[in-house]
């Protein structure tokens, strides 16, 4: 039961992996590889990290493919531009590309990794909580490499503010106080003046 | 139950205080005025001479571990550290008057300095491959915004989009290299690698994961074939940035190379011995004749550091004390060359000109003979002309090759080097026997006129009395 499980999900990851890179609409695209992600949290849930699973649907599902998809709307892509040259240089890069696949496969093949080399893990009872463990490494033996992790995170805010961040003196704001604070006396001036002649329209 | 030991925080002091400081100016930088900015690069100044005092007060304890073994002091590392420091330092005071001319004068740029001095010192100290990617992340981050920092500039913006592109991909082999040393050892520990390698030195993942590694550090050092980001950099950032990426990072990236090649997988060395020394050939090959075509002083100085990446290679793959303490003294010796000769181009330059080309450099001798002087130092220094130390560094880490029998890669080193003294002695011709175009006085202060001068004259002094360095570079390790 759970090998077929497996197998269905593995073909659905597969088949909107492939989808992907071969849709030409990019809005389209990018709701593959959202179910791409969805079928490998699946996949990830199966192998007991449950914790890495649910992040990858919450973070990547939930925030990062949605921003994407806005991007992707936002942005007026020309899909037909993008693919000029697709196949002059195909003939180049489908054989290197086959290349370098064969020669991983000839390393990182069966021979190492093959699953006599790599037996299957041992099951953990039901009440063993993934997330627990991690938290638990993650705060006392990888202490030192977390908090440079949020080092690296305030870096790049940092960065991004200065980059982006710049005062243009010429922009129109609205000062809600002032307009709050606005009285009648400031706005409307009433002239006294004395009362014109009708003129019967033909003053130029 | 949790059972957690607080770790040792001793050895991370500098680290800590870096990281505080760097966060308190930040935040302090906020509510000052833009006219007494100039307190942000004290404190920044101040930041550097501290935890170059922490360093220096740890370095009796010897090697320490802790953080759960992730982290390192050792002697190799207080010394490459103290040097961070003294580089950034000083690349921070050549950047005041460079920026103050062009409106980039603010506090981000020396924070940002600071995280860059922040990831070096972590890739320094890093005992785990996860540490030592962490801080490689944080410098490498910081130095993205800083060559972007100059937003208006068009080729600043370029070069930054490269090396953020090249960067990414340069990062991504190296993880993937890491990914296969931990897929065979089964631990990111630095010692536990290596005693995984001495079990089993023929084993394939291993290898395929060292070749992968070595192209992401070459990518990082900037050896040939990999060094096509390293011209564009230079030549488009500011020039207290290339200062900055020149400089300090080649030490981090040495303490990087050592700590993987030597401490991790010290017994693959026949293999990585094969891979530096091809890299090694056509960095020095390439970066010394290219350099030749160039009118850039920049983009010239960049061929220039691929070049002598190659020797720092050629210590390194010696694969003795010899050779490692060679290279250690090699990368010190160029931070520092680099510095200055960067540091002239500032000092050249004013608001609204750049002195990047070897044209502005004709006729110095004449606008100014002292400075004149210090640039022949510098120039006579990166070419390795006695009594220069560049040649002592040039010399020992030939020896140290010559010593384990590749004496052919010595006589092509020494042949190209020769080569390349062309174009060094070309500025040297430039300065004193053209006419000067550019007739404007000079506009440096007096504080920038006195670091160049320390540092040129530092360089004649550590050329006639270089033992003391060689000393420590030979005691680390």
């Given at each position: 039961m759970e090998?077929?499980?497996?197998?269905?999900?593995?073909a659905?990851?597969?088949?909107?992996s492939?989808?992907v890179i071969t849709?030409?609409?990019?809005v389209h695209a990018?709701?593959?590889?959202?179910?791409?992600?969805?079928?490998?949290?699946?996949?990830?849930?199966m192998m007991?990290?449950?914790?890495?699973?649910?992040?990858?649907?919450?973070?990547y599902?939930g925030?990062?493919?949605?921003?994407?998809?806005?991007v992707?709307?936002?942005?007026d892509?020309?899909?037909?531009v993008l693919?000029?040259g697709?196949?002059?240089?195909?003939?180049v890069?489908?054989?290197?590309a086959?290349?370098?696949?064969?020669e991983l496969i000839?390393?990182v093949?069966r021979k190492?990794?093959?699953?006599?080399q790599?037996?299957?893990p041992v099951?953990?009872?039901a009440?063993y909580?993934?997330?627990k463990?991690l938290g638990r490494v993650l705060?006392?033996?990888?202490v030192?490499?977390?908090?440079?992790?949020?080092?690296v995170l305030?870096?790049?805010i940092?960065?991004?503010?200065i980059?982006?961040m710049?005062r243009?003196?010429?922009t129109?704001?609205?000062?809600?106080?002032?307009?709050v604070?606005?009285?009648?006396?400031?706005r409307?001036?009433?002239v006294k003046?004395?009362?014109?002649?009708?003129?019967d329209g033909?003053?130029t | 139950?949790?059972n957690?030991?607080i770790?040792?925080?001793?050895?991370?002091l500098p680290?800590?205080f870096v990281?505080?400081?760097?966060?308190v100016?930040?935040?302090?930088d906020?509510?000052i005025?833009d006219n007494?900015?100039i307190v942000?690069?004290?404190?920044?100044i101040?930041?550097?001479?501290?935890?170059?005092?922490?360093t220096?007060?740890?370095?009796e304890?010897?090697?320490?571990?802790?953080?759960?073994?992730m982290f390192?002091?050792?002697?190799?590392g207080?010394?490459?550290?103290?040097?961070?420091?003294?580089v950034t330092a000083?690349v921070f005071?050549?950047s005041?008057?460079?920026?103050k001319?062009?409106?980039?004068?603010k506090?981000e740029?020396f924070?940002?300095g600071l995280?860059g001095?922040?990831g070096?010192?972590?890739?320094v100290?890093?005992?785990?491959?996860?540490?030592?990617?962490?801080?490689l992340?944080?410098l490498?981050?910081s130095l993205?915004a800083m060559?972007?920092?100059q937003r208006?500039s068009?080729?600043a913006?370029?070069?930054?989009?490269?090396?953020?592109?090249?960067?990414?991909?340069?990062?991504g082999m190296?993880l993937y290299g890491m990914s296969m040393?931990?897929g065979?050892?089964g631990?990111?520990d630095?010692?536990?690698i290596s005693?995984?390698?001495?079990?089993?030195p023929n084993?394939i993942?291993?290898l395929l994961?060292?070749?992968?590694?070595?192209?992401?550090?070459?990518?990082k050092?900037g050896a040939v074939?990999f060094?096509?980001?390293?011209?564009?950099?230079?030549?488009g950032a500011?020039?207290p940035?290339?200062m900055y990426?020149g400089?300090?990072?080649k030490?981090?990236a040495?303490?990087?190379?050592m700590?993987?090649?030597v401490e991790?997988l010290?017994?693959?060395?026949?293999?990585?011995?094969t891979?530096?020394?091809?890299?090694?050939i056509?960095s020095?090959v390439i970066g010394?004749?290219?350099a030749?075509a160039?009118?850039n002083?920049?983009?010239?100085?960049?061929?220039?550091?691929?070049?002598h990446v190659?020797?720092?290679l050629?210590?390194i793959?010696a694969?003795t004390?010899n050779?490692?303490?060679a290279s250690?003294?090699?990368?010190?010796?160029?931070?520092?060359?680099?510095?200055?000769a960067?540091?002239?181009?500032?000092?050249?330059?004013?608001?609204?000109?750049?002195a990047?080309n070897?044209?502005?450099?004709k006729g110095l001798?004449?606008r100014?003979p002292?400075?004149a002087?210090?640039?022949?130092?510098?120039m006579?220094?990166?070419a390795?002309?006695?009594p220069?130390v560049?040649?002592y560094?040039k010399l020992s880490?030939?020896q140290?090759?010559?010593?384990?029998?590749?004496?052919w890669?010595?006589?092509t080193?020494v042949?190209f080097s020769?080569?390349?003294a062309f174009y060094y002695?070309?500025i040297?011709?430039?300065?004193y026997?053209?006419?000067?175009e550019?007739t404007?006085?000079?506009e440096a202060?007096m504080d920038m006129r006195?670091?160049?001068?320390?540092?040129?004259l530092g360089?004649?002094?550590l050329?006639i009395?270089?033992a003391?360095l060689?000393?420590w570079?030979?005691?680390v390790?």
């Amino acid at each position: 039961m759970e090998s077929v499980i497996f197998y269905l999900f593995s073909a659905v990851l597969v088949a909107s992996s492939l989808a992907v890179i071969t849709v030409r609409n990019p809005v389209h695209a990018v709701l593959f590889l959202v179910l791409a992600f969805f079928t490998c949290a699946a996949i990830w849930l199966m192998m007991e990290a449950e914790f890495l699973a649910i992040t990858l649907v919450l973070v990547y599902v939930g925030a990062v493919m949605v921003l994407f998809l806005f991007v992707v709307m936002m942005l007026d892509i020309n899909i037909s531009v993008l693919r000029e040259g697709f196949v002059k240089n195909a003939y180049v890069g489908v054989p290197v590309a086959l290349i370098v696949l064969l020669e991983l496969i000839a390393v990182v093949g069966r021979k190492e990794f093959g699953l006599e080399q790599m037996p299957a893990p041992v099951r953990h009872a039901a009440d063993y909580s993934n997330t627990k463990e991690l938290g638990r490494v993650l705060y006392t033996d990888y202490v030192y490499a977390f908090e440079l992790a949020a080092v690296v995170l305030v870096v790049a805010i940092i960065a991004a503010i200065i980059l982006t961040m710049r005062r243009r003196p010429n922009t129109k704001v609205q000062n809600i106080g002032e307009q709050v604070a606005v009285r009648r006396d400031d706005r409307v001036r009433i002239v006294k003046m004395a009362s014109e002649k009708k003129n019967d329209g033909s003053a130029t | 139950m949790v059972n957690f030991e607080i770790p040792n925080f001793v050895p991370a002091l500098p680290e800590i205080f870096v990281l505080t400081m760097a966060c308190v100016i930040l935040i302090f930088d906020l509510f000052i005025k833009d006219n007494d900015r100039i307190v942000t690069f004290v404190l920044a100044i101040g930041t550097l001479v501290g935890a170059m005092m922490l360093t220096i007060s740890l370095s009796e304890t010897g090697r320490v571990l802790t953080f759960n073994d992730m982290f390192v002091s050792d002697p190799m590392g207080n010394v490459l550290k103290v040097f961070i420091y003294l580089v950034t330092a000083v690349v921070f005071i050549y950047s005041r008057q460079y920026l103050k001319q062009r409106g980039l004068f603010k506090g981000e740029y020396f924070v940002l300095g600071l995280f860059g001095v922040l990831g070096m010192m972590v890739m320094v100290s890093a005992h785990s491959m996860l540490t030592l990617y962490m801080g490689l992340e944080l410098l490498s981050l910081s130095l993205y915004a800083m060559v972007a920092f100059q937003r208006d500039s068009l080729s600043a913006t370029e070069a930054a989009m490269k090396y953020f592109v090249l960067g990414a991909l340069a990062s991504g082999m190296l993880l993937y290299g890491m990914s296969m040393l931990y897929g065979v050892a089964g631990t990111l520990d630095i010692a536990g690698i290596s005693a995984v390698v001495a079990q089993s030195p023929n084993n394939i993942i291993l290898l395929l994961g060292l070749a992968f590694v070595v192209v992401g550090l070459a990518f990082k050092l900037g050896a040939v074939p990999f060094h096509m980001w390293v011209p564009d950099v230079y030549q488009g950032a500011p020039t207290p940035v290339t200062m900055y990426i020149g400089a300090a990072p080649k030490i981090a990236a040495f303490a990087m190379v050592m700590r993987l090649l030597v401490e991790g997988l010290g017994d693959l060395h026949g293999h990585w011995q094969t891979m530096l020394v091809v890299l090694a050939i056509l960095s020095i090959v390439i970066g010394n004749v290219v350099a030749i075509a160039q009118t850039n002083l920049k983009r010239m100085l960049a061929y220039s550091t691929i070049s002598h990446v190659g020797f720092i290679l050629l210590g390194i793959l010696a694969g003795t004390e010899n050779g490692y303490s060679a290279s250690m003294f090699y990368v010190v010796v160029y931070a520092l060359t680099s510095m200055g000769a960067f540091g002239m181009i500032i000092v050249l330059s004013r608001a609204g000109f750049e002195a990047d080309n070897i044209d502005d450099f004709k006729g110095l001798n004449e606008r100014s003979p002292w400075l004149a002087a210090m640039m022949m130092i510098l120039m006579f220094s990166m070419a390795g002309v006695p009594p220069t130390v560049g040649f002592y560094a040039k010399l020992s880490v030939l020896q140290s090759i010559v010593q384990v029998d590749l004496v052919w890669l010595a006589v092509t080193a020494v042949v190209f080097s020769v080569v390349g003294a062309f174009y060094y002695l070309r500025i040297i011709k430039t300065m004193y026997f053209d006419k000067p175009e550019d007739t404007a006085k000079i506009e440096a202060g007096m504080d920038m006129r006195i670091v160049i001068s320390l540092n040129s004259l530092g360089m004649l002094a550590l050329g006639i009395f270089p033992a003391a360095l060689m000393q420590w570079c030979i005691v680390v390790m």
